[in-house]
């Protein structure tokens, strides 16, 4: 007999601390990932050691945040349509003033359009407090496009969603503008701690990100994406913390970038759409309640505040894991030596449980 309600069991574990700096918090913690693939918690681990070696750890950078909605409307052709356009646009502060009262934490930020033919695409921005904002952003565009409807000539519905957002799907245009939180990790890591812990060197690790990560992903035809495997850890922080994960398709798009400062080597990797938050469906999971607690994302602050807590926190646990896998990669064999060994170790420990 099938329960409704029944809970599917993912192996998590904790690993860390990583050491974390930047203009959202300074802190030290462990970060939970839950993931069939056991090899990732040491591989992380190793990272997160590597963050605790250096002054300031990892400095993660929140660049921006908004949560999109682009809803579709149909006009009688292109210039109808371009009207419509410029009629939204000059309407900035009513439509503002529908979404304050609408929601209590939603916040109309941003609208953009783009027409095709007699199409209309009009992307609404939204801040969306501690949530993700998914359903809220939704809720507000529904309202925007009644209004719009009812009060702009010419148009008429198309779709509450029109795939401009974009959602769930890898696309240039949230490269360029953005979806959910923007973030850039750094870290600058020295000439020792890169050959006693990464057993490699800057020089190495700067070379295979630019034939791998770089012209590799150029080649395979990349859209606004160039890294080893972000989808890797942000799937494993996402299902521990109770996130949509579905959203990592869009999440995984980034950069890796690397420098040899003479012999020290900057690691640097930005998330332009990683999508997170503290409240909303999810959340309510207990295990996901004693993950955010600990990760210190449950404190009273300020609307907005937890959740780019865990964002920076994200963020930098996909640093630690994309830095550990390129150092790997760079010396023959060290990858599938330790995917094989950590794996055995793993099925060993369960039949002998």
């Known amino acids: 007999m099938t329960d409704a309600h029944a809970i599917a069991g993912v192996p998590m574990r904790w690993v860390g601390p990583v050491r974390i700096s930047g203009n959202v ?22 990272g997160a050691k590597v963050s605790m070696l250096a002054e300031r750890g990892i400095v993660a950078t929140l660049v921006d945040e908004r949560m999109t909605r682009s809803v579709l409307v149909e006009a009688t052709d292109a210039q109808t349509a371009l009207m419509a356009a410029r009629n939204i646009e000059a309407r900035d502060e009513e439509l503002r003033e529908l979404v304050r009262g609408c929601s209590r934490f939603a916040r109309l930020i941003g609208v953009r359009h783009e027409i095709n033919a007699n199409l209309l695409f009009i992307r609404f921005e939204f801040s969306t407090g501690d949530a993700s904002g998914h359903n809220m952003a939704t809720l507000a565009s529904d309202v925007l496009l009644k209004h719009l409807l009812e009060t702009v000539p010419g148009i008429s519905y198309g779709s509450i969603s029109g795939n401009y957002c974009t959602d769930k799907k890898a696309t240039a245009v949230n490269g360029i503008l953005g979806r959910g939180k923007n973030v850039v990790t750094e870290l600058l890591v020295p000439r020792e701690v890169v050959t006693d812990v990464l057993h490699t060197t800057a020089a190495r690790i700067v070379g295979l990100n630019i034939r791998k990560n770089l012209l590799g992903t150029l080649l395979a035809g990349g859209i606004r994406s160039a890294n080893a495997h972000f989808a890797n850890m942000l799937l494993g922080f996402y299902l521990a913390t109770g996130q949509d994960a579905a959203n990592i398709i869009e999440g995984s798009q980034g950069v890796t970038m690397a420098e040899d400062r003479d012999g020290d080597l900057y690691f640097a990797c930005t998330l332009p759409n990683l999508i997170v938050g503290t409240v909303g ?53 060290e990858l599938m030596r330790a995917h094989i060994q950590l794996e055995r170790d793993n099925t060993t420990a369960k039949v002998g449980a």
Do not use: H, M
């Open 281 to 333: 469906n999810g959340k309510g999971l207990g295990f996901v309640e004693t993950n955010l607690t600990r990760l210190g994302c449950r404190e009273d602050r300020e609307p907005g505040d937890n959740a780019r807590r865990l964002a920076v926190i994200a963020a930098a646990t996909v640093l630690c894991g994309e830095l550990s896998l390129l150092a790997a990669q760079t010396n023959p064999g």
């Open 25 to 46: 918090t300074t802190t030290e913690t462990q970060v939970p990932l839950a993931t069939y693939e056991s090899p990732l918690w040491p591989s992380v681990g190793r």
